[in-house]
């Protein structure tokens, strides 16, 4: 889709960017990371032709990009800065036509589509089009400026720190809201970012740079597991192990839990028990409400007065979480075992920490 | 409840229809200015009528500025530009030794080329409002922060769909308080128009100082003062109508 070959910018005696070659397949997310002034943004905006290359090609499609009309070729791939860059005389929805009004698009057509890209953004269309942008928060200025960068629905999409610019809570939640409309979008993705944790939890593929060169193009896994240098062996951490994790699904290891009803007689649950020494309390619906230590129950009356009550959101993990929460929330609360919860906080199984354990050995070879 | 905006206008409105009430009305002028000035023989200017004394002033004005407006704001925009940069320091100096040039000096110099009357004074009323106009065109241009420019680059606008959509509403406002001050500026300096005939208040003012009759003055002075005022209003909201925020303003 993207091919980068032996490409160079130099400004007089400064190589920014220095004979890099990189390819980047059809729906993939690429992440630019590395120093400051290592070359990520120029070798972003080289993409698009805001920045001309010294040398080297860059194709898209299989198509020379130098012999495409400049104007033309950022028509066609859209692009969202760290600054969001929103238009501050234009209401919201002007900003996200500003495209489809190069395009020359029907107006019908734009009504639309803007409605279309709020809603996918997660902004209610009738409360926002009006608005200019400085009546919106931070976090809704991102997301208008990625509604604006997908409005002519180009199948590239360019990012240069796109979520920069927000506390670390709202970061978390376009992250996460990133990787649901990537999932509904399929593009093509380069961003840039200096935060690996950003980076490996959004790239399928790291490109990891140092002053203009290209050190590793890897998967996440690959960058956390087998750094290829020490240069990168530093720049991910001494905790790599613990972000590797941050890239597996409990999906995959959630085991069936010992569970019991509150209302269950204290001797079919102790029989439930089978060898367990704790075991999850859930309601009538199948939500967890707490925990209940078989030694306690054998001398209590009922599962009801053993019971240990717990707060589901506090003691469980969704199955949409990372190992690396699921570690963390472990630790905290001293379990060996988690249990997990669907988004109505029903108990589907729970995790076991030797099994993360093994999840972080296997990745060591 | 109508809005602040609104409002302005129709105050200013009003102060306009007061206004030509005001110098349409001949007779209150020679009453007010016999009570203040009972020595003198006659107390209104007999070329012309306040009225018309009035349009010819505007006339000038409004010719005069817009020349330089329509030459101004391009003249602006062009030494902005990648293509005319090398000239901004150029314009920049001339555009200011225009303003510190004296009037009276430009019509001196005028006279001879273009005649007596109305083009000397246009020149040199269009000479002396262009540094505002080019100054805050060349500013407003400038003050566009660059990631705006960066984005819409980045989204594929050409030079040209940058500077419409985005540098000049961007601007609009800083270039509309220099269109502002020049007009002021304008509507004072033309009263010079008058030496070389070109009419306007200047001729009641010019006479009053020959003939040493404060009357005359006071009656080309007070209306010019009124005008400016109005202008200056008028103006400042179109100004705040540029204002791209739907909060009050
Ligand atoms: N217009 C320019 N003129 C001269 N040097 C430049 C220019 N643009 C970038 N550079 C230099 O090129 C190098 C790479 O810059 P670039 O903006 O690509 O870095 P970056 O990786 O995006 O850094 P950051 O993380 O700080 O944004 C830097 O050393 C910078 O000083
Ligand atoms: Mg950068």
Request: aromatic share 6%; proline share 5%; net charge neutral.
């Amino acid at each position: 889709m993207i091919r980068l070959e032996q490409v160079t910018k130099r400004y007089g005696e400064t190589t920014a960017v220095n004979q890099l070659s990189l390819e980047i397949g059809k729906g993939e997310v690429c992440v630019l990371i590395g120093p400051s002034g290592c070359g990520k943004t120029t070798t972003l905006r080289m993409i698009n032709r805001l920045i001309e290359p010294t040398a080297g090609r860059i194709f898209i499609d299989g198509r020379d990009t130098a012999t495409v009309d400049a104007e033309k070729l950022r028509l066609s791939i859209g692009y969202a800065i760290q600054s969001v860059g929103l238009f501050p005389h234009m209401t919201v929805f002007n900003n996200i036509a500003v495209v489809p009004q190069l395009l020359l698009w029907e107006n019908n057509r734009i009504v639309r589509r803007v409605g279309e890209l709020l809603e996918l953004v997660g902004l209610e269309p009738a409360d926002y089009i009006r608005k200019y942008p400085s009546q919106l928060s931070g976090g809704e200025a991102q997301r208008i400026g990625v509604a604006r960068a997908l409005a002519a629905d180009p199948p590239i999409l360019l990012m240069d720190e796109p979520f920069g610019a927000v506390d670390p809570l709202t970061r978390e939640r376009l992250q996460a809201q990133f990787i649901h409309i990537q999932k509904e979008v399929n593009k093509t993705i380069v961003l840039v970012t200096h935060d690996l944790d950003e980076a490996i939890r959004l790239a399928d593929r790291i490109a990891i740079m140092e002053s203009g060169r290209l050190v590793q193009y890897d998967s996440p896994e690959i960058i956390l597991s087998r750094p290829g240098s020490k240069f990168v062996r530093d720049f991910v951490g001494a905790d790599r192990a613990l972000k590797r994790l941050s890239r597996i699904s409990v999906k995959d290891f959630i085991k069936p839990a010992a569970a019991v009803n509150v209302n269950q007689p204290k001797k079919e649950a102790l029989a439930s028990a089978a060898g367990h020494r704790w075991l999850w309390v859930v309601d009538d619906d199948e939500q967890l409400i707490g925990w209940v230590d078989t030694k306690t129950l054998m001398q209590s009356v009922s599962t009801k007065e053993a019971m240990d009550e717990g707060d589901a959101v506090k003691i469980s993990i969704l199955e949409s979480a990372t190992l690396r929460e699921a570690l963390s929330r472990m630790l905290e609360l001293g379990f060996k075992h988690i249990p997990v919860v669907d988004d109505s906080q029903r108990l589907i199984g729970e995790v076991a920490l030797g099994d993360i354990e093994a999840a972080t050995a296997e990745g060591k070879g | 409840m109508p809005s602040k905006k609104t409002r302005r206008w129709f105050i200013l409105g009003v102060a306009l229809v007061a206004f030509v009430v005001l110098i349409a009305n001949t007779g209150l002028w020679e009453t007010g200015l016999r009570f203040l000035f009972p020595g003198e023989t006659t107390v209104i200017h007999p070329r012309a009528s306040l009225l018309v004394l009035v349009w010819e002033h505007i006339q000038l004005v409004a010719i005069s500025s817009g020349i330089t407006i329509i030459l101004g704001i391009p003249l602006g925009i062009w030494v902005s530009r990648p293509s005319g940069r090398d000239f901004l320091p150029i314009v920049t100096d001339i555009t200011s030794f225009g303003q510190t040039f004296p009037p009276v000096a430009v019509l001196a110099l005028a006279v001879p080329v273009l005649g007596f009357g109305l083009m000397p004074t246009i020149a040199a009323l269009f000479l002396y409002g262009l540094l505002p106009v080019v100054r805050n065109t060349i500013a407003g241009l400038h003050a566009v922060p660059s990631d705006l420019l960066d984005a819409a680059y980045g989204m594929g606008m050409s030079r040209l769909q940058a500077l419409f959509r985005v540098e000049l509403p961007l601007s609009a406002r800083v270039i509309l308080a220099g269109v502002r001050v020049s007009v002021i500026i304008n509507i004072g300096t033309a009263m010079i128009g008058a030496v070389i005939g070109a009419g306007g208040l200047g001729s009641p003012i010019i006479a009053g100082l020959v003939r040493d009759n404060l009357a005359f003055i006071i009656e080309g002075a007070l209306p010019a003062a009124l005008l400016a005022i109005l202008a200056d209003q008028f103006l400042t909201n179109i100004e705040n109508s540029l204002a791209y925020t739907n909060e009050p303003v």
